[in-house]
């Protein structure tokens, strides 16, 4: 059934950018509507009886299967030429509905852009019932998305790396403990850039936000490198 | 006359932040609307068919007078208990009108919140029609302001807080040419604590964004500080 415009406010949505760290890649979660050939973000519209955050946090478990993943808001898509109404127009009838032009749906929307960041291997998405499939795209090898996605995207990595000065960014892109080699490379995917080992290490450690543990043996015991986490009374103080 | 439902999206609006510096303080805009006791950041509605910050461009230009200030998005407030609908109706009760209760702007809103930081001795603001008076006040002694206005002028200090390390934040609020003292004066009152001279003018320095200019003569020759400007090449490339 499609969500009825007594049930909701109009002309404002959300969509979310899923970031998932595999090791070397970022990736993005996207889905594919069905009989629509439509490859859109995560998103959906907000009750009349529900805070934004809360829309949010409900569509995204909703649509994508995954529970208590920590968003961010970045920013609000407004310009006035976000032409929604051709996709839903299309994604409607791969559901077998036809819109009337009138339709609630069809309407402009301004949407609210919020990122999250989870850890690649401990989720498993799974599509809702309007999608094909959900799947994880190479951050530089995205389809074709509707509307303003792709822009939507970009902004989003843009303030990613803003973040990343002050946020335990790699926080929820890492398992608890890693190695210093590991944050460098979560640091270098989402910045594009490589860094010396050694400046790369010295910088981690002057924020002051890492919590040293013992050695990651791996056999070869003289290379084992430290294993590190977030200190977290640390990290809520900045 | 009040704002048409035909011509505006609904349940989407905007608030401004607007900053200025005398020197010495922090001071807001703040709208008193006529016979009403509502006090308010100066905000609108969206029109059909212009984009999301063309329309708060016009909203700042009609309700304040002040033309071409630079606005940055910072956070989109979605609190289904934002209640807009009490102070709304006594506004237009105090311009004479009477709402019904169903009434396109007694519906809930979502705001889109833009802070902009202006030159206090450059600016003349004039109050619309709707409103008794555009005063600039103390951000420390604001009046008590309507809906979660409060809440929004909080997150935009704290977005600007946020923003003083990467952006040239101080560009707007002070002359083309100022002294390091009048620099160092407008970051301590934005992060309310107090720089050592010499640490904050290396920091400044070392960020590489100021240009230096002649001494600023003023008398006692041997004590005259030099003026500095914003590079504005060096600002667009960080």
């Keep these: 059934m499609l969500p009825l415009e007594s049930e909701h406010i109009t002309n404002i949505a959300y969509d979310t950018v899923i970031l ?4 070397k890649e970022l990736k993005i979660l996207i889905l ?3 009989n629509s050939g439509q490859f859109a973000l995560p998103g959906g519209f907000i009750r009349r009886n ?3 955050y809360d829309a949010v946090k409900r569509g995204v478990r909703e649509r994508t299967g995954l529970e208590k993943i920590h968003l961010e808001q970045f920013h609000t898509f407004g310009k006035k030429n976000r032409d929604s109404a051709y996709p839903f127009k299309k994604i409607a009838a791969g ?7 009138d339709h609630w749906v069809l309407d402009r929307f301004i949407t609210v852009g919020y ?3 989870i850890n690649y291997n401990q989720v498993q998405p799974t599509p809702d ?3 094909d499939s959900i799947n994880w795209y190479d951050i530089n090898k995205l389809p074709t998305l509707m509307i303003d996605h792709a822009e939507i995207v970009e902004k989003a990595l843009e303030s990613i790396r803003n ?3 002050k946020k335990p960014i790699g926080e929820n892109l890492l398992p608890e403990k890693f190695t210093m080699k590991e944050l460098q490379k979560v640091y270098e995917t989402i910045l594009n850039k490589e860094f010396r080992r050694t400046t790369f290490q010295r910088k981690m450690l002057s924020m002051d936000i890492l919590k040293r543990h013992e050695k990651l043996y791996t056999g070869a015991a003289n290379k084992a490198p430290y294993l590190y986490s977030f200190d977290k009374e640390k990290v809520e103080k900045t």
Excluded: R
């Design 50 to 52: 529900e805070d934004l």
């Design 32 to 34: 594919e509507y069905q």
């Design 129 to 131: 019932k309007f999608s």
């Design 115 to 117: 990122y999250a960041l």
């Design 20 to 23: 998932g760290f595999t090791g």
């Design 95 to 101: 559901k077998g509905y036809t819109l009337t032009s």
């Design 163 to 165: 973040d990343l000065g």
